[in-house]
């Protein structure tokens, strides 16, 4: 059987199972077995399978059909054009999470986005190139909770290598994850220095971390506890420790926050993904606890996603 026959044998069974892309879901399991890029795949559909990847890639058809996400099955998940490693242990990254990595690479750029407006797509770098804005960010120090795959503080140090990065789970298998991750895609293959990489602190919250931040960012566990049981099959498979955010989904929100003020330097910004029905409670908690000029940041839906708050001066 050819790579192109069994796609097409894979996508059908993927149909017929109403997986919602079933082309694009049978091309990366097939690509990922066969270890090449989809786009290699497309191009060589003539090519030959070895006997043992027939079954090896219905298994996985099998997996998918029975709920599991792409993302669990190849073990890797693109965010922000860098491929992340992940696994059951932690939240699979998603493509709204990179509006939190936009909203503080416009703050350190020094830009800063009116409330409400979206932000701009343009400043993701397809390439993986140095983030222009970084010549502004030397020297400034950041701190990125609940980190899960370290999907945001890898992205954000990759933009802005000069840029001091500090990123923190409660869960030691996730924050395993992490720092594979940190050490394959900031690396570029070579052994890193101290400061070229990030440091990692396996916390609750701000506890076990010293010191004070120019910047703390978190995408935290903000879904309600009793919303979890309505959620999707494939979300229901990711770890509840990175979904639960409590009675409100604002439990760990709040603790960022107030902690927040005593970890931000003077003028420091906080940032918060959060999803867009509990944004004016998260402002008003910001405004009670003193934050100034709170801005909001639309999701690529156009729903308000991200919140930042300046630490007062
Ligand atoms: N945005 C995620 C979801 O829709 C929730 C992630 C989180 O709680 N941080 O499943």
Redesign the pocket.
């Known amino acids: 059987m050819t790579w192109g026959e069994i796609l097409i044998q894979g996508t059908k069974q993927l149909k017929q199972a109403d997986i919602a892309s079933p082309n694009l879901d049978a091309s990366l399991l097939l690509a990922h077995i066969l270890g090449v890029s989809r786009e290699h795949l497309l191009i060589h559909g003539d090519r030959a399978l070895k006997p043992d990847e027939i079954p090896r890639f219905f298994g996985l058809v099998s997996r998918r059909i029975a709920g599991e996400s792409i993302a669990y099955l190849t073990g890797y998940k693109e965010f922000w054009g860098l491929s992340f490693q992940v696994s059951p242990a932690v939240?699979v990254p998603?493509p709204?999470?990179e509006i939190l990595v936009e909203a503080v690479l416009s703050f350190l750029q020094g830009q800063s986005l009116n409330e409400g407006q979206s932000s701009k797509r343009s400043q993701k770098p397809e390439d993986n190139k140095v983030y222009p804005g970084d010549r502004a960010s030397g020297g400034r120090s950041l701190l990125d909770l609940?980190t899960g795959s370290g999907a945001v503080a890898i992205a954000l140090k990759s933009a802005c290598p000069g840029l001091e990065v500090f990123a923190a789970d409660i869960s030691a298998p996730a924050l395993e994850i992490a720092r594979a991750n940190a050490r394959r895609l900031l690396s570029g293959g070579q052994s890193l220095h101290e400061g070229q990489s990030i440091t990692f602190y396996l916390s609750d919250l701000y506890d076990n971390i010293p010191g004070i931040f120019d910047i703390v960012v978190s995408?935290?566990?903000?879904?309600p506890s009793e919303a979890l049981a309505d959620?999707?099959g494939e979300?229901q498979r990711?770890p509840r420790i990175?979904?639960?955010?409590g009675r409100d989904?604002l439990e760990l929100i709040e603790k960022i926050i107030s902690g927040g003020r005593s970890r931000l330097t003077s003028g420091g910004r906080l940032f918060l993904?959060?999803?867009s029905g509990q944004m004016a409670a998260i402002a008003l908690i910001l405004e009670k606890q003193g934050f100034q000029n709170i801005l909001i940041y639309k999701d690529l839906a156009g729903l308000e996603?991200v919140v930042s708050g300046k630490r007062n001066e």
């Open positions: 939240l998603r709204d999470t609940c995408n935290p566990p903000y879904i959620l999707p979300v990711e990175a979904l639960d955010g989904g993904e959060a999803d996603r």
